[in-house]
């Protein structure tokens, strides 16, 4: 049972609960114990996913609560929407004229095809957007659609999406040089080859691939100028293993160096753990007076946050 009243909720466990988790206690990091109802408090509007685990730490989902999210990370996941919460869906096209193309891209880099899914629009393309977690933002975000949509709209200019899926994400991500190889030295050429070069290059991504984005688009201004970071994982180092508490290598890499040619769309949820970090990194772009728009939404590190973001990333980046 639940009881939401403004800004606060109160969850009331089921009897074999022991535990609550959720995007305020970072999922795997700070199970908070519970006995009975507890009474948290979150910003206006808040959208919040969460479950129970039973004494062993098994997931339970809210038996009393039917809200499964659109987008879930487990079967288990349960969501609040507080009143007066921000969301809107995003937009869709009247008709879809662009075209996804789908490949299984061979990589000599990892020895290993990948999934790549290409959106092309039916006008030619001024801008390419190399996206990580691809199948993600292909399938559950529909990024396409949006990019659709606004183009339709005569909001953007026509964009190339190329959305690429990791084989192995976390070794892949975590500030991986055979990754960059693999981007610059098989994915550019062949995209290129296939469907032509665009005169603007950008990346993107959410959590540890929004890192990436802004590490690979900092070590090669000169391709990339573009970069929608999404929930950034700015606690990683290179060669680390721990997203939660690692020091912001990057961040410190970054203001350390001269100003680039850059343009940043940043964007996170005030209730996750990478919240304060994103707002350190949103911090070194504004000190050293980089373009770019930073937003925060009521919610936490989920596909819900991110969804939110597209069609602001897309209408920000390519207005120029």
Known sequence: MLKVQQRQVTFTPPAEAAYLI??????????????????????????????????????????????????????????????????????????????????????RVFEKSRMCYVYEPAESPTATLFVQDGAAFYHKLQFQLVAEALLERKIISPVRLVMLEPDEREKEYWLNERYEHFLLQEVLPWINGQYGETARKGLWGASLGGLTAAWLAWKNPQLFTLVGCQSGCFTAQPGGCNAYSEPEWFTAQFAATPRQPLRFYMQTGQIEWLLAPNRRFAAVLADKTYPHLYSELPSGHTWATWEQGLAQGLAYLLNQ
């Not at 519970?34 to 408090?41: A, F, K, R």
């Open 22 to 107: 959720g995007d305020f206690t970072d999922w795997k990091q700070r199970p908070l114990a519970i006995s009975g109802p507890v009474t948290l408090e979150f910003p206006p509007g808040a959208y919040v996913e969460y479950a129970f685990l039973d004494i062993h730490k098994k997931p339970l989902a809210d038996p009393a609560n039917a809200n499964v999210p659109a987008h879930p990370w487990h079967a288990y996941d349960r969501f609040i929407m507080l009143p007066e919460n921000p969301f809107s869906q995003p937009p869709r096209p009247h008709k879809f004229r662009g075209q996804v193309f789908e490949h299984a891209f061979p990589s």
